[in-house]
């Protein structure tokens, strides 16, 4: 069967500011030694089981010039731009009936687009196993992360260790982000994933789903499927796609399915969700500072400080994020890295957008 890929690529990544901004997101931007921006690795990393001309964006309009630039191999059709953020399910029911105008059915992997991935070969063969669990069967497919400590930042995803088909375990169910003391009580039964966004389906079978979930948003769809390749496409999508609740893939649909299962990924995933990050897939220095850009550090230890042409000069500090940027420069303590989204919102108050 057909293999496609739809990548989820409409985010802001708030936390990332101020490098990442409303005109430049997290996913556009390269955090890695290479000099590849994030989408542009997702994209590398599934050319082996999907043809580029199986591979969907889905994002807004204010980013389909990035994606052309970023991505130039993939098809201008295949760029899906949402009239309004309206969060996953819409988003994935978008790609899918694309992909069933495209083919009578096709295996559709969702991923984000923001994600680093360090083990390829583990990744793919995920996947791949993913694809035959999904083609054998209505069967919804995610891929879990195996936590290696109690992270209260990530839903998680019980299992049933004694329903399994290869590699993969018959899900149990959807369970929010925990508090700490909850946290630990998952890690320790062994019986619990971090919930990565990834996710395998047939079309055929995630618009059944929706049909019978999700029934509002499966009867816009439909308008929308029957428009895709018409003149009025952009019309009916401008119409339908706005009036769609903002409702999540997990909400929507993978809490109240049957026929889940969920691979344990053991891959080197991470989801580069804030600038601790930045500590994971950037080299530090002897003094456990990483640093990028015209940077002197004195007496100064576990920061990190990104930059460019400017001297940063620290001295006498620990434990600091510092990103300097044109017109904005970041100081925050590693501890508050979660508040930097009430930077944001503070800019939003005071109008002073010219800063998001």
């Not at 997101?25 to 690795?41: A, E, H, V, Y």
Request: with cysteine.
């Amino acid at each position: 069967m057909k293999k496609t890929a739809l990548i989820m690529a409409g985010g802001r990544g708030e936390r990332f500011w101020p490098k990442s901004r409303k005109s430049l997101p997290k996913q556009f931007l390269s955090l890695t030694d290479d000099g590849r921006t994030m989408i542009q690795l997702t994209v590398e990393r599934i050319r082996p089981l999907v043809e580029m001309e199986d591979i969907y964006i889905s994002t807004n309009r204010d980013y389909k010039e990035l994606v052309l630039q970023q991505l130039p191999e993939i098809r201008p059709e295949n760029i899906l731009c949402e009239p309004a953020g309206r969060n996953t399910a819409p988003c994935i029911g978008l790609g899918a009936v694309h992909m069933a105008k495209k083919y009578e059915d096709a295996v559709m992997m969702v991923l984000p687009s923001d994600h680093l991935i360090k083990y390829q070969k583990m990744y793919l063969h995920a996947l791949t196993e993913g694809c035959r669990i999904a083609e054998k069967g209505p069967n919804l497919v995610t891929i879990g992360i195996m936590p290696d400590y109690p992270e209260t930042g990530y839903g998680y995803i019980k299992f049933r260790p004694d329903e399994t088909d290869g590699n993969a375990y018959a899900v149990d169910c959807f369970v929010e982000k925990p508090d700490a003391a909850t946290a630990r009580e998952y890690l320790a039964t062994e019986e619990y994933l971090w919930n990565s966004g990834m996710f395998i389906w047939k079309v055929s079978t995630i618009l059944s789903d929706m049909k019978n979930l999700m029934p509002d948003l499966y009867d816009g769809l439909l308008k929308i499927g029957e428009a895709v390749g018409t003149d009025s496409q952009e019309m009916v999508l401008e119409k339908v796609f706005p009036q769609f609740e903002s409702v999540s893939i997990d909400y929507g649909i993978m809490e109240k399915a049957e026929n889940m299962y969920i691979l344990p990924g053991v891959f080197g995933w991470d989801d580069v969700g804030s600038w601790l990050a930045v500590e994971r897939i950037q080299k530090s220095n002897e003094n456990g500072n990483v640093v990028k850009g015209n940077i002197i550090t004195i007496h100064s230890r576990n920061n990190i400080i990104q930059g460019g042409s400017k001297l940063i000069a620290a001295v006498g500090v620990e434990n600091m994020i510092v990103v300097d940027t044109p017109d904005a420069t970041l100081i925050c303590d590693k501890e508050s890295t979660a508040d930097i989204k009430a930077v944001l919102e503070n800019l939003k108050i005071c109008n002073r957008e010219e800063y998001l």
